[in-house]
């Protein structure tokens, strides 16, 4: 039998929720829209109810999800990931993002893209890429620009090495405030950091700088 909300969305946020659980009521909540990020969560009429294990986060503005430490990633739009490069066409460069398929980056994909300016990725290219569409049953599309067409942080990571993780430990290190094991590192140490949601983190050591790029909350 699946258990009630309390009538407040904020009583399941940071908590443990299992499956069954229903922790949103959205007759409740008028005029709000409401996202739902990963495959944790899903909407039957006016109820939100949970459809894995783990704990019930909520981002501005009404986004929700269920966080669980997974070796697995499922791609969701909006998501910052690391993807390395297996294959190129004329139209895409196809991705490994640690998913379940292979996703695939436009050559137009990029700030001031053309058709006369297309990067060359060869295979084993890192990337640092952002999910554009994630629909069940399709590829993930991928761009290297944020939602505003600039590249930002976006784009090939050179140099550096390359570690796999877990999901939710790239969710630590991107948590605010400041992810304690990043704050005592940049404190003997300088380098930049990029921190995929897929579950791969790349460093690279610098002399005079301490740079994270991530999803909406870096940790400096």
């Known amino acids: 039998m699946e258990n009630k909300p309390s009538g407040s ?3 399941f946020i940071d908590q ?3 499956p069954g659980d229903v922790v949103l009521d959205l007759s409740s909540m008028t005029n709000q829209t409401i996202k739902l990020g990963g495959a944790g969560l899903r909407q039957d009429c006016d109820a939100i109810s949970v459809m894995k294990a783990g704990k019930l986060r909520c981002s501005k503005p009404n986004k929700y999800w ?4 997974t070796k697995r990633y499922v791609a969701q739009a909006g998501d ?3 993807g390395i490069v297996v294959d190129s066409k004329a139209d895409n460069f196809l991705v490994d993002i640690k998913g379940p398929a292979l996703a695939f980056l436009p050559v137009l994909a990029f700030e001031g893209g053309t058709r006369r300016n297309i990067p060359k990725f060869e295979a084993g290219t890192l990337i640092y890429v952002r999910v554009v569409k994630a629909n069940p049953g399709m590829n993930p599309e991928l761009s290297c620009t944020d939602a505003s067409g600039k590249a930002a942080e976006f784009g090939q990571l050179k140099d550096g090495f390359m570690f796999e993780s877990s999901t939710g430990l790239s969710r630590t290190l991107l948590s605010s405030p400041t992810c304690p094991v990043l704050d005592a590192l940049g404190k003997k140490l300088s380098f930049e950091i990029a921190v995929g949601l897929n579950g791969r983190v790349w460093v690279y050591f610098l002399r005079n700088s301490f740079i994270v790029v991530g999803l909406d909350s870096p940790c400096f």
């Not at 269920?66 to 430490?69: A, P, R």
Request: net charge negative; hydrophobic share 45%; charged share 10%.
């Open 16 to 18: 443990l929720v299992v």
């Open 9 to 11: 969305p904020t009583s």
């Open 66 to 69: 269920v966080e669980s430490s």
């Open 80 to 82: 910052s990931v690391l």
